[in-house]
């Protein structure tokens, strides 16, 4: 009887616990000192690539904001002169790979076919690290601006600095940290803590 209401104490202890967890994330901009903290600054300078980060894909081939945000970024910094060479990376999902619906993008908005590479094989960071490093190291490209969100840079820099390469933040923007909306506060600490999460498995498998 001691042991059941032990557990029964600790249980309500728990779902209290996780309510005032929703109601922080829900109903406080929690969200935008953390995700403050984590987000890179951008870097000046020139590169000899421009890559960025997968991020997800519809099965039509559609590009979610976040993975179009990335492109965009990525040829914007191409058309400022800024590297001479893009390589997009994102894996299939369905007929098309994002790296492929980003690239057909990347011409639309001016990019000549030989001014691009595409990767879809990367299912992690580092993988696509891996991989990149396969495409543009040999090509003499190892300064590359990395373009992913401003959050997740720090952890893509150490991973792509650890495949050969110079690297040099290109963040852009990811979720709404700073809303006033619960749910997109909600979404946007998610993926903080997902992050977060992420960063400690690094850590712990050596930059796996």
Do not use: C, K
Not at 24 to 45: E, I, K
Not at 51 to 75: C, F, N
Not at 185 to 194: D, E, M, P, V
């Amino acid at each position: 009887m001691r042991m059941e209401g032990a557990w029964d104490r600790l249980s309500t202890a728990a779902g209290v616990i996780g309510l005032m967890a929703f109601a922080v994330a829900a109903f406080t901009p929690a969200a935008a000192p953390l995700d403050r903290w984590m987000a890179s600054a951008p870097d000046a300078g020139q590169a000899d690539a421009v890559v960025a980060l997968g991020a997800d894909v519809d099965p039509d081939g559609r590009l979610p904001e976040d993975s179009l945000r990335r492109a965009v970024e990525a040829v914007a910094l191409y058309r400022e002169g800024r590297a001479p060479l893009v390589l997009m990376l994102g894996s299939r999902n369905g007929p098309a790979s994002e790296a492929e619906s980003r690239a057909r993008l990347a011409r639309g908005l001016g990019v000549p076919a030989s001014a691009l590479l595409t990767e879809p094989r990367g299912l992690t960071t580092a993988v696509e690290a891996q991989r990149s490093a396969e495409l543009l190291l040999p090509r003499g490209a190892r300064r590359i601006l990395l373009v992913t969100g401003a959050h997740r840079i720090a952890r893509a820099r150490r991973l792509f600095e650890r495949a050969g390469f110079e690297v040099l933040a290109a963040p852009v923007p990811e979720g709404s940290p700073a809303s006033n909306i619960p749910g997109e506060r909600l979404s946007a600490i998610g993926r903080l803590l997902q992050e977060l999460a992420a960063r400690a498995l690094s850590r712990l498998h050596g930059g796996a």
